[in-house]
Nanobody, 124 residues
Framework: QVHLVESGGGLVQAGGSLRLSCAAS????????MGWFRQAPGKEREFVAT????????DYAESVKGRFTMSRDNAQNTAYLQMNNLKPEDTAVYYC?????????????????WGQGTQVTVSS
């Protein structure tokens, strides 16, 4: 069992930055691939970024490439999403997720665990 708690969301102006954190507890964090997903009002949840258990491999949605960076600190049991040059269309609830025995984590991978989400609002 893994318990995930996101933090770091908030209100920011377009062009600004935020760093989201996903703190994990309850199991060996380094066994899990991690992912960030988001859901905007009236829209389906979508993939944002993912990172392998070691942190050596990452992948991003086209809409965030070059602006967002995902990382992890296995010693601190935490994954991060650094978001730069934020746009109003990035406004959403952001969720982190985890899954064992997979290199990277996408929606189709069916994550095993989800956090409760953190709101990110970007004003124009």
């Amino acid at each position: 069992q893994v318990h995930l708690v996101e933090s770091g969301g908030g209100l920011v102006q377009a062009g600004g930055s935020l760093r989201l954190s996903c703190a994990a507890s309850g199991s060996t964090f380094s066994r899990y691939a991690m992912g960030w997903f988001r859901q905007a009002p009236g829209k389906e949840r979508e993939f944002v970024a993912t990172i392998s258990w070691s942190g050596s491999t990452t992948d991003y949605a086209e809409s965030v490439k070059g602006r967002f960076t995902m990382s992890r600190d296995n010693a601190q049991n935490t994954a991060y999403l650094q978001m730069n040059n934020l746009k109003p269309e990035d406004t959403a609830v952001y969720y982190c997720a985890a899954k064992e025995r997979t290199l990277l984590l996408y929606e189709s991978s069916r994550p095993d665990y989800w956090g409760q989400g953190t709101q990110v609002t970007v004003s124009s």
